[in-house]
């Protein structure tokens, strides 16, 4: 699914893309092959992985059905050597390289007590050292290029300090990839390398989005990524240098203004969940001091404790805490792990497995379905702390109450 015209630019240069065995590298591997370029593959899958489609192999066939070259390569970003022997492969199969798009990357939403060091030393080394490391080898061919970029699928660097508090190794680890654009784009100028990043305006479906979520309803899919990587990388890098730029800004600047046929579910396009770093219009903290009616929260309790059930128990398996702010403030909780289920005021028996924050107007809101759990965490209405992806369950109960608030 594109709405962008292939126009050729890319035809005969070589593209050396981290991460290209799937999702929005892989959407970004295929736009170019229809143009005719090279594309070197360079991931870790080289075996079939048990939940997630797509190995540098399959990703190599797809580029090559469309009418690019591929050159699957096994690569660890975090390993240097790894990196160079596919530099050295792309050079002797394709004689250099043209264009780089730094997109792996590891993700882990957790707060700082909850990170484990081996998760922080994963990030930081994939996403910051890992485009360092691969901007750098790639350094010397790309001078030698008349068209060279280097792309990184990171944010705009954004100081406010929500996107910190939430998650504070994986926001460095992302910004990390962001300061190199910063800097390398400020750097590279003498060389005519263009250096850019970009964002994705709402979630993408992608294996992460699944896991994270369970559900795609409200993302949109990965060839609005590519089609605005494919604009901007045939761009004159003498002239396009040192932008943040947002997928959905990028095709509105090139003419195209409707973004529904890029939604995986185009009746719910009002709904789409905006994605990390991204200050959501309007005030989001105005909004959560907004009054609201008295006395919810004590009857939303009374019509859980009627949804509860020992198959819905079976299904969740975790304990959960609400720390409620503002009119109706109070600590709640519902315990979908134990015997068969409980909820109720004040803190679970049982250690909770992700305790949730947020003000009494959108916690009626989030449990009458007006407002996912997922979306309220991306706006900043939501602070979890915990297992988020045992958070994200909570989206089921939810459907099952929606007819009974």
């Known amino acids: 699914m594109s709405l962008v015209a292939n126009t050729g630019k890319l035809a005969g240069r070589t593209l050396f ?11 970004i ?7 005719g370029a090279n ?13 997630l489609p797509g190995t540098i192999y399959t990703a190599a066939e797809e580029i090559e059905a469309l009418g690019g070259k591929a050159l699957p390569c096994i690569v660890d970003v975090r390993e240097e050597k790894q990196v160079q022997a596919a530099i050295d492969e792309a050079v002797k199969k394709f004689n250099g390289i043209d264009i780089l798009v730094n997109n792996a990357s590891a993700i882990s939403l957790t707060g700082t007590a909850q990170t484990d060091m081996k998760r922080y030393d994963l990030m930081h080394n994939i996403n910051t050292r890992g485009t360092f490391l691969a901007s750098k080898l790639c350094l010397p061919l790309l001078k ?14 954004n100081m406010s ?15 990390g990839m962001s300061m190199c654009v910063l800097g390398m784009s400020e750097e590279f100028k003498p060389l005519n390398i263009g250096v850019n990043a970009l964002w994705p305006k709402t979630a993408i479906a992608t294996a992460a989005i699944e896991m994270l979520t369970g559900d795609t309803s409200t993302s ?3 060839e609005i990524v590519s089609d605005a990587a494919y604009l901007m990388l045939c761009q004159d890098p003498k002239k396009y240098t040192g932008n943040f730029a947002i997928d959905e800004d990028v095709l509105k600047e090139h003419g195209i203004k409707d973004m529904t046929p890029y939604a995986c579910d185009p009746s719910n396009i009002a709904n789409l969940l905006p994605d990390f770093f991204l200050d959501v219009p309007g005030d989001v903290k105005e909004e959560v001091r907004k009054t609201e009616s008295g006395g919810q929260i004590p009857q939303l309790f009374t019509t859980i404790s009627k949804v509860i059930t020992p198959e819905l128990v079976k299904k969740t398996q975790a304990v959960y805490q609400f720390n409620v702010k503002g009119k109706e403030e109070g600590v709640w909780h519902i ?37 996912k759990p997922t979306t309220a965490f991306m706006m900043g209405k939501l602070k979890i ?9 909570l989206e089921k109960m939810m459907k099952s109450l929606k007819t009974k608030v």
């Open 17 to 27: 893309i981290t991460g290209a065995s799937r999702g929005i590298g892989k959407a």
């Open 29 to 35: 591997a295929l736009k170019a092959a229809k143009d």
């Open 39 to 51: 594309v070197v593959i360079a991931a870790k899958t080289a075996e079939p992985h048990p939940k």
């Open 144 to 157: 030698n290029s008349d068209h060279a970029h280097i792309l990184n699928l990171s944010p705009p660097l």
């Open 385 to 393: 702390n915990g297992d988020l992806q045992k958070a994200m369950k």
């Open 335 to 371: 315990d979908l792990k134990n015997g068969d289920g409980a909820c109720g005021q004040g803190e679970p028996k049982n250690p909770p497995d992700a305790t949730l924050t947020m003000d009494s107007t959108n916690f009626a809101e989030m449990f009458a379905g007006k407002l």
């Open 220 to 222: 949109r899919k990965p």
């Open 161 to 175: 300090p929500y996107w910190f508090s939430i998650h504070v190794a994986y926001t460095m680890a992302k910004y």
